[in-house]
């Protein structure tokens, strides 16, 4: 009899097929938000689970899949998942490192330059009849070309992101707990510098750290107030980083000339301080939206579910400590 496993949220037909010649599978291809209730109820008696960065994974959760073995989300951050209470649980969990890095630092990229140019809100205008025709004085935006990029959190993500920089003849500055190796730091042609100098020079701050209560409001009023009034934020990596309300007020108040966001606090909702500013560009969590790499990290996760539950070590596991 096939292993009974749980995909927690639509995935592509080619991975459920591939997952269905390994597995018993109960899929959710009308992609129902399932919440801690319907995974407790939709977990109970499978062995894994394919999940979104989304699906709670909490204690009460796990507590009611006495026979989980295995959860394997279908993205990179995994603030989603209780890694504690499943290695307590002796529930292996994986993520996909890396196969969503370029698509991730490409749209960290267009949101740059959308908010240097004013873009969403310059086509807001002329689709609304306001455009009068060339003005020498509308829409006056800030070089991307020359300026200062700074990074906070340099992952693999942060490092893509920075390469892209190369092009543009930017200074490249970044902070990190841990300073890069050397040739690591010269291949992104970037400069570690303390957290402070970050905010300070930065022209464009991209944000690329994990969420984890150490990084809750990193970016809080006090270090938008370090930050030139010219700058522009860019948050790419997880709500919660940025205090939104902090962020709103800077921006209302033209402290910082512009954002561009991803991701937001207690997303799908959102402050509705943002919609009323034009200083900021908002996306819907489509970090890593190209198909061919969500379609490579939905293989990746069944990928790391086919070996957890084959008696392999899955290529992706966080928490090594559950392994057998
Ligand atoms: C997306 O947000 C991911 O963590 O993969």
Redesign the pocket.
């Known amino acids: 009899m096939k292993p009974k496993i749980l995909v927690a949220r639509e995935v592509f037909p080619e991975v459920l097929e591939r997952l269905r010649q390994h597995f018993d599978v109960d899929d959710n291809q009308s992609d129902a938000v399932l919440g801690v209730e319907g995974l407790k109820a939709r977990l109970a008696g499978k062995a894994g689970a394919l999940t979104a960065?989304n699906d709670p994974i909490t204690p009460e959760v796990l507590a009611a899949a006495p026979g989980l073995k295995a959860v394997c989300n279908f993205?990179?951050?995994y603030n989603n998942i209780d890694l504690a209470a499943c290695t307590k649980a002796g529930v292996m969990a994986t993520n996909?490192p890396g196969v969503?890095d370029d698509t991730t630092a490409d749209l960290a990229w267009a949101l740059l330059m959308s908010t240097a140019r004013s873009l969403p809100a310059a086509e807001r205008w002329l689709r609304a009849g306001d455009w009068p025709g060339f003005r020498m004085m509308d829409w006056l935006g800030s070089d991307v070309h020359h300026a200062t990029l700074g990074i906070l959190g340099m992952g693999r993500i942060g490092q893509t992101v920075a390469r892209r920089a190369l092009g543009f003849d930017m200074t490249v500055i970044y902070h990190n707990r841990s300073r890069l190796p050397e040739d690591k730091e010269a291949a992104c042609r970037a400069r570690w510098v303390d957290k402070q100098t970050l905010l300070r020079e930065a022209d464009f701050l991209v944000l690329l750290l994990p969420y984890s209560p150490e990084s809750h409001h990193v970016i809080g009023a006090a270090e938008l107030a370090l930050m030139k009034p010219s700058a522009h934020l860019i948050n790419v990596a997880?709500g919660g980083i940025v205090d939104d309300a902090a962020l709103i007020s800077a921006l209302r108040q033209r402290r910082l000339s512009g954002a561009a966001l991803d991701?937001f606090e207690g997303e799908p909702k959102l402050n509705p301080g943002f919609l009323e500013l034009d200083n900021v560009t908002l996306t819907p969590?489509i970090?890593?939206g190209s198909r061919a790499t969500r379609m490579a990290?939905a293989m990746t996760a069944a990928d790391n579910l086919i070996a957890a539950l084959s008696g392999q070590r899955p290529p992706n596991l966080l928490n090594p400590d559950a392994w057998r």
Do not use: D, I, N, P
């Open positions: 960065g993205a990179v951050g996909t969503l997880r991701v969590h970090g890593s990290m």
